[in-house]
């Protein structure tokens, strides 16, 4: 059975699962709730001098037939009073002391930080994490993402923290920046213990046609939110991947963005995370998830030979490479499993308007047919193929070449004139311009593809 317990920046939890400073962790009640489902730790909703919230608060973003895989809120920090949350920190930690919990804070004088932090840590909190995320509301007073986005700010803030801090800091980044590092290198220049990251993306999740205003609307009006959810986990994988790889930052990541399941909380972990926050998928689900996150976090290390969290940590850093150090010769072709085919032809339209004219279709069938001299192996038809495994990715090159992007430099073989020879496109096949109006499809094409009544008709093989 593997270990699932975490030891991050020196804060203990039975698992690597914490739940993100949101709405989940607003109270005594819930945190205990949580924990007592399951959860390793809680970032309780940020403390400060408590707000005052409109309604309503949040947006989503449905696509299809699923719900909220976006969410949007503009909403503040806590709006209790500080005396309560504290009593209840204080109340949780004693029932869970085995539980992480940590006091998320944003104030706004170096006296007011000493305060907060003093009053936290006599209340039990496991360490702090200083909201320096927040995209709407706070930040208009100077707060939240104000401070994140500056990273003197932000360090000289840290700085004040580390004065009086006995626990571990955590800095939370905000994601509303050009270059995550470079607040990740002001926390760790000003003595932060870790960093989280992402906090919610500045956006506008959409417009009521009618009332012409941005959800969510707020008696007739709106403004922009803060945008989290599975929508957002590529961009939070990112970041946690530049932070990982900075050689500078060398700090424990506590991952957050997107994260509704065991597998995508592992993404996050290969990238570099430590252990890892969850809100959206905590809103909407329950705490309930919880379960089956532990569950399959702990089959997947058996599987694969993991014994502790630490282990897995950065484990796919060392394969994400810059652009220019991939291998040139590697290639794939696409290949359609017939069998598996349900005919829908979805690939064939994707590749003859989106991509290389690749595909052809074929009489007395609706199984398209991979034209593979065309193919240039760019994924698209496997990504919109509706049928799991049908479309597959072949490797076409032997294996023996390896030529880089940097190395193509080094010798001087890149093309260097507008009409270069050497250009990638000259080495795939691509149809004449006339080729696309109606008598003029009729004519033979270059390649194994010709064309005949409107469509590319593939070979026979
Ligand atoms: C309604 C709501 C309120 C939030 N309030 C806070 C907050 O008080 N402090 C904070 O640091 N982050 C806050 N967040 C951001 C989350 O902690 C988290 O960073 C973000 O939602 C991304 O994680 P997710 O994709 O799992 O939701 C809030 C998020 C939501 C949706
Ligand atoms: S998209 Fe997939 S299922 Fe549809 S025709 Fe192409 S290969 Fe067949
Ligand atoms: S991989 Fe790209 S080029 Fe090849 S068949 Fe599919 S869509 Fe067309």
Redesign the pocket.
Known sequence: MPDLSVNFAGIHSPNPFWLASAPPTNSGYQVMKAFDAGWGGAVWKTLGVPVVNVSSRYGGVNYRDKRLIGFNNIELISDRPLADNLREIEEVKKRFPEHAVIASLMVQSRQEWHDIVRASQDAGADGFELNFGCPHGMCERGMGSAVGQEPRVLQMIVEWVMEVAQKPVIVKLTPNISDITEPALAARRGGADAISLINTIQSIVGVDLDRFAPYPIVDGKGTNGGYCGPAVKPIALNMVKNCAQHPGIKLPISGIGGIENWRDAVEHILLGASAVQVCTAAMHFGFGIIREMTAGLSQYMTEKGFETIDQMVGRALPNVLHWEDLNMKYQV??HINADKCIGCQL?YT??EDG??Q??GLQAGTRVPA?IEE?????????LVCPVEQCIT?ERTDDGTQHLTWKERTAAQTIPTEFNDERAGGRHHWVPEPAAALGKERHKTLPGKARLLNGVTEAPAS
């Open positions: 072709t696409a690939c994707a590749c991509a290389h690749a595909i991979i065309n193919c240039v192996g760019c994924n698209l038809c496997s990715m």
